[in-house]
């Protein structure tokens, strides 16, 4: 059993950043693939960005490309998201999820969720 508990949010305008944690409890830390998912109001939830186990690969949606960066350090059993030149469309909840398995981009693949932490993004 892993419990994720995201932080981080908050509101900021458009071009700052924001940096979210998700900080899991539980052993075995090493062994979940993990990813940040965003819902915005009225949309389906979103993948955003995986890392495997040994941080070897990450994956982003192509919105995000060259602006977040997904990263974890086992030894503290976190992962963060960094977010740089926000937009308004960025506007979302974001959650974190774990993986006992290969990284996917698929919420179906994900065992565990956190219970998100709201982004918000001014014009």
């Known amino acids: 059993q892993v419990q994720l508990v995201e932080s981080g949010g908050g509101l900021v305008q458009a071009g700052g950043s924001l940096r979210l944690s998700c900080a899991a409890s539980?052993?075995?830390?090493?062994?979940?693939?993990l990813g940040w998912f965003r819902q915005a109001p009225g949309k389906e939830r979103e993948f955003v960005a995986a890392i495997s186990q040994s941080s070897d690969s990450t994956y982003d949606v192509d919105s995000v490309k060259g602006r977040f960066t997904i990263s974890r350090e086992n030894a503290k059993n976190t992962v963060y998201l960094q977010m740089n030149s926000l937009k308004p469309e960025d506007t979302a909840v974001y959650y974190c999820?774990?993986?006992?398995?290969?990284?996917?981009?698929?919420?179906?693949?994900?065992?565990?969720w956190g219970k998100g932490t709201l982004v918000t993004v001014s014009s």
């Open positions: 999820a774990a993986r006992l398995g290969p990284v996917s981009s698929e919420r179906n693949d994900m065992n565990y």
């Open positions: 539980g052993r075995l830390f090493s062994m979940y693939a």
